[in-house]
C-alpha cells in the first residue's frame, strides 16, 4: 500500500460500498462511497483485499475495470 487515509469510524453493521479505480499513474485508488475512506496500492488485488478487510470481512460484488 501506497498511502491510506481514515477519517472517521463507522458503525459496523452499516453497508459499506467501495469503488476501484486505476489513476493515471497506474496505481490502484480504493474510495469508499461517501469518502470516508481512501487507499492507493500498487497492484489490483490489495486494492480488493483492502476493500474486503474494511467490509468487516463480507464478500461483496467486484467489477473489474
Do not use: C, K, Y
Not at 7 to 12: I, S, T
Not at 15 to 23: A, C, H, K, V
Amino acid at each position: 500500500m501506497i498511502h491510506e487515509r481514515h477519517h472517521a469510524q463507522r458503525g459496523r453493521g452499516l453497508r459499506r460500498t467501495f469503488i476501484l479505480g486505476r489513476s493515471a499513474d497506474g496505481s490502484w485508488i480504493v474510495s469508499e462511497v461517501g469518502g470516508f475512506v481512501a487507499a492507493t496500492f500498487l497492484n489490483l488485488g490489495e486494492a480488493i483485499r483492502f476493500a474486503q478487510a474494511e467490509r468487516g470481512g463480507r464478500v461483496g460484488i467486484v467489477v473489474p475495470p
